[in-house]
């Protein structure tokens, strides 16, 4: 039996914490969940800010506790701080607020809050970034409508508007507070541009809401994000192209580390850290790298962590260009933290930066395909999709199992990368469905010379995040989809399979829903939610916590389950035990 397989060294929020790993890896980590963050934290502070006057008379500026700007000049746009955007109040009656305390105080990224004295209306741009062209504003403000419709109680209704001639999503959200002591209603628009989320709310008084809403929607439209960045046609180059460090010993109790397996190294690496021995955790972890393992970023957090900045910087510029790095992570990963202390840092931050950019923009991917032996095009067949973990490749699909299932089930099996690259061998997936969707018909067009698809028999398996939008995807096409098999699943932007409809199709489908009891709360609790969904969807659900499993990895039985799995999908083998 083939070792444990970690198929994802990144950090995924399922639920609400992160998977808990020894090493956070350097995926990119989307915001995505800023917008519903965002507009229900808004709508509390308006909604309990210390009133100005009787009820329904207008707040004074002292009740948002804030320096409050003379009004603005017509015409004059106000600027924003940290993008650089641009935004034109309606009327002088619109103030500019220094916030002391509300959203400011906790969250940096509310970038402008405005006033309407008159009416005693709210304002605001928040800015973070999101890390995910491949999401649109549309995207996103269905992420917010449904975010809204999970955390406000006392929702009275949300409804859709689009702006014309802007590429977002307009909303108005109709609330009431648990106390129903105010009623809100929230008007906002999302725009997306160069990876940064652009969040506009206006607050107001429901009574008011007519008399603001014209200008509100007016400065909605003002809206001028910055400049797109150009494209990055090239890798940089490296700033500092530090010589590779002195290599580290060989031998390590006994064993010579450069005839162990390389994935086997990685663990053990893993496991030295999370012990705090990085000077161990380094030496292993460069073997595992020389014998043709992924992990230039650990090896860069763990020499930074035993206090070799060099040899860290070094390996940190070579992960970005042969690898891929996440340079929003790598700028807030404690691991290393020395690095962002040393002056080198300012030079090599811009160069992450650089490096993800052109990966981002480069339109890289990978389809792989493993047929059963003897097969001959032209009969048709299932085919089994493997989505990768965040962070990942599609060779996480294909080894000597996959092949021994293909031979006994006559099955084919298509691996296909991430809908985003992030660098030559990492992938990420949009979390958006129908965009990830299309990046697996994509994949299924590559291959349809050698491979002959059986109708309504395409099966998708997924880990972490690809096994959240196997469950996706499936649950929203159970025509196109016999199933899926949902191995710890994993989501950035915290999918639950919410707006899944009840259809007869998905009724008559099974999925498997696996998950390491031991892995991080957040992944067991999405395994038994998405398990709980589908049931509720009226699919027949196999959901299996291993007792045995204490990493986030493929379930230790994998290669043996996976037929297993299989032919139950199909209908042509007994419910897994």
Known sequence: M???RIKSSSRERSGVPPVALPRPGNARIALIAFVAAGAVGLTSWWATRPAGGPEGSPASPTAHSGAVEPGARPGAAVEGIAARYRITPASPAWKRIHLERGPSAQDGSVDIALLHEPTSASFS??????????LTADDVANTFVQRMRDGMSGLD??????????????????????????????MTGVFVQDQIGYHLAGIVPAEAMAKVRPEIEAMLRSFEPPPPEPPQRALPERPLALPAPPEPPAQRDGHDLRRIEPVRLFMEARR??????????????????????????????????????????????????????????????????????????????????RAGRYWGQSGIKKTLLVLPKGYRTGKPIPVVMGMH??????????????????????????????????????????????????????????????????????????????????????????????????????????????GVPRSPELAQRRCVVVVGAGESPGNVRLAERDATRLRALGAEVFHKPYAEQQQHSFSPDFDTALPIWIRYILGTGPRPR
């Open 157 to 186: 209704e949300t409804r859709r508007e689009p702006f014309p001639g802007r590429a977002a999503g307009g909303v108005v959200v109709h609330a009431r507070d648990q106390k129903d002591a105010h009623r809100v209603e929230l």
């Open 272 to 353: 030295a850290a999370a012990h705090g021995d990085y000077q161990a955790a380094a030496q292993i972890q460069h073997w595992a790298v020389a014998g043709g393992a992924d992990g230039k970023y650990d090896l860069a957090c763990y020499y930074a962590r035993a206090g070799q900045l060099d040899a860290s910087f070094h390996w940190l510029e070579r992960a970005a260009v042969e690898e891929g790095v996440d340079p929003d992570w790598a700028a807030r990963d404690s691991d290393l933290e020395a690095l962002r202390s040393d002056a080198r840092w300012a030079t090599v931050y811009p160069y992450l930066a």
């Open 125 to 134: 741009v928040k800015v973070l970034r999101v890390a995910n062209e491949a």
């Open 2 to 4: 083939a070792p444990p």
């Open 389 to 498: 973990g965040l962070g990942s490749q599609p060779e996480d699909f294909v080894d000597e199992s996959v092949q021994r299932a293909a031979d006994a089930l006559s099955v084919a099996f298509v691996s296909v990368s991430g809908t985003l690259p992030r660098g030559p061998r990492k992938f990420v997936w949009s979390e958006s469905p129908a965009r990830d969707r299309a990046r697996l018909d994509e994949a299924l067009a590559e291959v349809r010379d050698r491979v002959t698809v059986a109708p309504g028999q395409v099966i998708l398996i997924g880990f972490s995040q690809g096994g959240q939008m196997a469950a996706e995807i499936a649950a929203r096409d159970p025509r196109h989809y016999a199933g899926a098999v949902v191995m710890s699943p994993g989501s950035v932007t915290e999918l639950s399979l919410d």
